[in-house]
């Protein structure tokens, strides 16, 4: 076997109890999207203006800044 493990369980997203939760939650979402239409459309603007100080907090840790050299 030269000492290699392979795991051979499957995600949890691909079990029946998963794939019943997507189901769930897309049905969810389309409802609450259409009930409130406007209102999640009206915070696109901000949810687009936050999403540029994540993406640079989370997306150029690794450019090298701060390291001597």
Known sequence: M???HVQSTSSWWRTRT???VIGFALVAAFYVLREHWGHAF???PYLIL????LM???M???H???KDG
Request: proline fraction near 5%.
């Open 50 to 53: 936050l999403a540029c100080p």
């Open 60 to 62: 150029h840790h690794g």
């Open 56 to 58: 640079h907090l989370f």
């Open 18 to 20: 998963g794939i019943a």
């Open 42 to 44: 009206g915070t696109l």
């Open 64 to 66: 090298g800044h701060g």
């Open 2 to 4: 030269n000492g290699v």
